[in-house]
């Protein structure tokens, strides 16, 4: 695999995250967003640079987040990259506890997971 992108409020979360992906030694790429304002800017420059081989195939993505949220991140992702919702896998890793985020991530299309938080590398070997 070649990209994957973090996208998390929470710095130390990114951190070990980012250790537990390089560690796992699937990727050739791990970039970070802090929230989901700043990756959207992100995958718009990488599509407006014309580099759409490094457009990410996995997002893990929080669902608590300030400007822009995972839900909020899945709508706009929808709208605006449609030709890459069938080849980059969107998890949304979240401490929530709360059964409706379970729910409503199994019905959306392009997400293909909820995994708890914190990552572990079990969950990144399984990405392959």
Do not use: R, Y
């Not at 250790?19 to 970039?31: G, T």
């Not at 407006?48 to 996995?58: C, I, L």
């Not at 893990?60 to 990259?81: A, K, R, S, V």
């Amino acid at each position: 695999m070649k990209t994957v992108l973090c996208i998390d409020d929470d710095i130390v979360f990114q951190m070990l995250s980012k250790l537990i992906l390089e560690s796992a030694n699937i990727f050739d790429s791990v970039l970070e967003a802090m929230n989901g304002a700043k990756a959207l800017k992100l995958l718009n420059e990488i599509v407006a640079n014309n580099n759409q081989k490094s457009f990410p195939e996995v997002i893990l993505l929080d669902l608590n987040m300030p400007i822009i949220g995972g839900w909020e991140f899945i709508e706009t992702f929808n709208t605006h990259f449609p030709a890459f919702s069938e080849k980059t896998k969107i998890f949304i890793l979240s401490s929530s506890i709360n059964p409706v985020d379970s729910l409503k991530a199994k019905l959306e299309k392009v997400v293909s997971g909820f995994l708890p938080k914190p990552l572990s590398l079990q969950d990144v070997l399984a990405f392959q």
